[in-house]
Protein backbone atom coordinates (compact mmCIF):
# COMPACT_ATOMS: atom_id res chain seq x y z
CA UNK A 1 0.00 0.00 0.00
CA UNK A 2 0.97 3.34 -0.41
CA UNK A 3 2.17 5.79 2.31
CA UNK A 4 2.63 8.98 0.39
CA UNK A 5 -0.64 8.98 -2.08
CA UNK A 6 -3.86 10.09 -0.53
CA UNK A 7 -6.61 7.62 -0.71
CA UNK A 8 -9.32 7.73 -3.73
CA UNK A 9 -12.59 8.85 -2.68
CA UNK A 10 -15.20 5.77 -2.91
CA UNK A 11 -17.78 7.54 -1.17
CA UNK A 12 -17.85 10.98 -0.39
CA UNK A 13 -18.24 12.91 2.94
CA UNK A 14 -21.63 14.46 1.38
CA UNK A 15 -22.79 10.93 0.06
CA UNK A 16 -21.88 8.99 3.90
CA UNK A 17 -24.36 12.05 5.55
CA UNK A 18 -27.17 11.41 2.98
CA UNK A 19 -27.09 8.16 3.39
CA UNK A 20 -26.90 8.23 7.58
CA UNK A 21 -30.03 9.93 7.56
CA UNK A 22 -31.35 7.44 5.92
CA UNK A 23 -30.62 4.74 8.00
CA UNK A 24 -31.29 7.36 10.91
CA UNK A 25 -35.31 7.24 9.46
CA UNK A 26 -35.14 3.68 8.70
CA UNK A 27 -33.78 2.40 13.01
CA UNK A 28 -36.31 5.36 13.79
CA UNK A 29 -39.07 3.55 12.14
CA UNK A 30 -38.22 0.63 13.39
CA UNK A 31 -38.49 1.30 17.42
CA UNK A 32 -41.04 3.31 19.17
CA UNK A 33 -40.86 5.10 22.16
CA UNK A 34 -41.10 2.63 24.26
CA UNK A 35 -38.36 0.80 23.30
CA UNK A 36 -35.57 0.24 25.46
CA UNK A 37 -33.07 0.66 22.85
CA UNK A 38 -28.99 0.42 23.80
CA UNK A 39 -27.00 1.31 21.08
CA UNK A 40 -23.59 -0.59 21.12
CA UNK A 41 -20.53 0.45 19.11
CA UNK A 42 -18.02 -1.61 18.07
CA UNK A 43 -14.55 0.21 18.53
CA UNK A 44 -12.69 1.44 17.09
CA UNK A 45 -14.15 2.01 14.09
CA UNK A 46 -17.32 2.41 14.84
CA UNK A 47 -17.14 5.89 16.39
CA UNK A 48 -17.62 8.47 13.36
CA UNK A 49 -20.51 6.44 11.93
CA UNK A 50 -22.54 6.00 15.37
CA UNK A 51 -22.02 9.23 16.31
CA UNK A 52 -23.50 10.75 13.35
CA UNK A 53 -25.91 8.21 13.38
CA UNK A 54 -27.28 8.65 16.80
CA UNK A 55 -27.41 12.12 16.84
CA UNK A 56 -30.47 11.93 14.42
CA UNK A 57 -32.13 9.16 15.98
CA UNK A 58 -34.56 10.99 18.04
CA UNK A 59 -35.58 8.41 20.82
CA UNK A 60 -34.08 7.94 24.27
CA UNK A 61 -30.88 5.42 24.02
CA UNK A 62 -28.11 4.09 25.66
CA UNK A 63 -24.73 4.22 24.55
CA UNK A 64 -22.05 2.10 25.06
CA UNK A 65 -19.09 0.20 23.39
CA UNK A 66 -17.48 -2.97 22.68
CA UNK A 67 -14.02 -3.48 21.87
CA UNK A 68 -12.98 -7.07 20.12
CA UNK A 69 -9.96 -9.11 18.87
CA UNK A 70 -9.18 -12.57 16.95
CA UNK A 71 -6.95 -14.41 19.04
CA UNK A 72 -3.25 -13.90 17.99
CA UNK A 73 -2.07 -17.81 16.71
CA UNK A 74 -5.75 -18.80 16.26
CA UNK A 75 -6.19 -22.08 14.15
CA UNK A 76 -9.73 -21.11 13.49
CA UNK A 77 -11.23 -18.30 12.24
CA UNK A 78 -13.82 -16.82 14.59
CA UNK A 79 -12.09 -17.21 17.87
CA UNK A 80 -12.58 -13.97 19.55
CA UNK A 81 -11.66 -12.21 22.54
CA UNK A 82 -13.38 -9.33 24.51
CA UNK A 83 -10.88 -6.50 24.88
CA UNK A 84 -14.05 -4.47 26.78
CA UNK A 85 -17.14 -5.48 27.49
CA UNK A 86 -20.02 -3.18 27.70
CA UNK A 87 -20.73 -1.89 31.27
CA UNK A 88 -24.89 -1.85 30.48
CA UNK A 89 -27.04 -4.90 30.69
CA UNK A 90 -28.66 -6.33 27.86
CA UNK A 91 -31.38 -8.39 29.05
CA UNK A 92 -34.54 -7.90 27.96
CA UNK A 93 -33.40 -4.73 26.07
CA UNK A 94 -33.70 -3.58 22.40
CA UNK A 95 -29.66 -3.60 21.16
CA UNK A 96 -28.90 -2.08 18.00
CA UNK A 97 -24.93 -2.86 17.20
CA UNK A 98 -23.33 -0.63 15.19
CA UNK A 99 -19.79 -1.54 13.20
CA UNK A 100 -18.33 -0.10 10.31
CA UNK A 101 -17.63 -2.76 8.39
CA UNK A 102 -18.64 -6.27 7.94
CA UNK A 103 -15.98 -8.28 5.78
CA UNK A 104 -15.72 -12.06 6.93
CA UNK A 105 -18.42 -11.82 9.48
CA UNK A 106 -16.64 -14.33 11.86
CA UNK A 107 -16.38 -11.51 14.80
CA UNK A 108 -19.31 -9.96 14.47
CA UNK A 109 -21.58 -13.42 14.48
CA UNK A 110 -20.07 -14.32 17.74
CA UNK A 111 -20.75 -10.83 19.00
CA UNK A 112 -24.07 -10.72 17.77
CA UNK A 113 -24.90 -14.75 19.23
CA UNK A 114 -23.25 -13.08 22.87
CA UNK A 115 -25.74 -10.31 22.99
CA UNK A 116 -28.65 -12.74 22.16
CA UNK A 117 -27.24 -15.03 24.88
CA UNK A 118 -27.26 -12.81 27.41
CA UNK A 119 -31.12 -12.30 27.16
CA UNK A 120 -31.42 -9.23 24.79
CA UNK A 121 -34.90 -8.44 23.42
CA UNK A 122 -33.53 -7.95 20.56
CA UNK A 123 -30.65 -7.55 18.55
CA UNK A 124 -30.22 -5.28 15.09
CA UNK A 125 -26.97 -4.91 13.51
CA UNK A 126 -26.14 -1.63 11.85
CA UNK A 127 -23.21 -1.39 9.13
CA UNK A 128 -21.84 1.32 7.73
CA UNK A 129 -19.98 -0.63 5.01
CA UNK A 130 -21.10 -4.59 3.95
CA UNK A 131 -18.16 -5.93 2.18
CA UNK A 132 -19.67 -8.87 1.29
CA UNK A 133 -17.21 -10.38 -1.69
CA UNK A 134 -15.50 -11.01 1.77
CA UNK A 135 -17.73 -12.80 3.25
CA UNK A 136 -16.95 -16.44 5.13
CA UNK A 137 -20.45 -16.84 7.68
CA UNK A 138 -23.21 -14.97 7.14
CA UNK A 139 -24.73 -12.24 9.19
CA UNK A 140 -27.81 -10.57 9.37
CA UNK A 141 -27.18 -6.34 8.61
CA UNK A 142 -30.64 -5.20 9.16
CA UNK A 143 -29.47 -1.70 8.08
CA UNK A 144 -26.75 -1.45 5.59
CA UNK A 145 -25.13 1.78 4.80
CA UNK A 146 -23.40 0.91 1.40
CA UNK A 147 -22.11 -2.54 -0.08
CA UNK A 148 -18.74 -2.04 -1.55
CA UNK A 149 -16.28 -4.43 -3.49
CA UNK A 150 -14.08 -6.26 -1.89
CA UNK A 151 -11.12 -3.84 -1.90
CA UNK A 152 -9.02 -2.65 1.58
CA UNK A 153 -10.21 0.90 2.66
CA UNK A 154 -9.64 3.76 5.10
CA UNK A 155 -11.33 6.83 6.46
CA UNK A 156 -14.37 7.79 8.41
CA UNK A 157 -13.26 5.63 11.31
CA UNK A 158 -11.67 2.66 9.21
CA UNK A 159 -7.83 2.62 9.57
CA UNK A 160 -4.15 1.35 8.22
CA UNK A 161 -1.83 0.89 10.84
CA UNK A 162 -3.76 3.42 13.24
CA UNK A 163 -3.48 5.82 9.70
CA UNK A 164 -6.44 7.61 7.80
CA UNK A 165 -9.39 7.12 10.10
CA UNK A 166 -9.74 11.17 10.57
CA UNK A 167 -11.04 11.42 6.83
CA UNK A 168 -13.95 12.71 6.36
CA UNK A 169 -14.81 9.99 2.93
CA UNK A 170 -14.20 6.61 2.64
CA UNK A 171 -11.26 6.04 0.26
CA UNK A 172 -9.00 2.95 -1.17
CA UNK A 173 -5.57 3.27 -0.77
CA UNK A 174 -3.61 1.88 -4.25
Do not use: W
Amino acid sequence: MSETAAPRVLISSEDLQRRISELAAEIRATYDEGSHLTCIGVLKGAVFFMVDLLKQIDLPVVVDFFQTSSYQGAKEPGEVRIKNDVDTPVRGRDVLLIEDIVDTGHTLRTVLSLLEFRGARSVRLAALLDKHGAREVEVPIDFCGFRIDNVFVVGYGLDYEERYRNLPYIGVID
